[in-house]
């Protein structure tokens, strides 16, 4: 038994394929439904500080340079 795949979109109680497909009339099909985002998210947070009075250890200095430094 052949097999294909066609993606489609339920609206208004109808399954519309996204493509145009040539199947023949009553051709008997399984639809599939992929899972749902019920699946728990992984958030990746920020690091923090276990320390935050060393927060002035990371302190950065911005330096312009002109256009043309180094030339």
């Given amino acids: 038994m052949k ?3 066609y993606e489609g979109v339920f609206e208004n109680g109808v ?4 493509e145009p497909a040539d199947l023949p009339e009553n ?3 399984l639809v599939v439904v992929p899972a749902t985002s019920d699946e728990p998210v992984f958030h990746m947070r920020s690091p923090r500080l276990a320390n935050p009075e060393d927060a002035s250890l990371f302190l950065k200095e911005v330096i312009e340079e002109s256009p043309d430094a180094g030339l």
């Fill in 3 to 5: 097999a294909a795949t």
């Fill in 15 to 18: 399954i519309r394929l996204i």
């Fill in 27 to 29: 051709t008997r099909v």
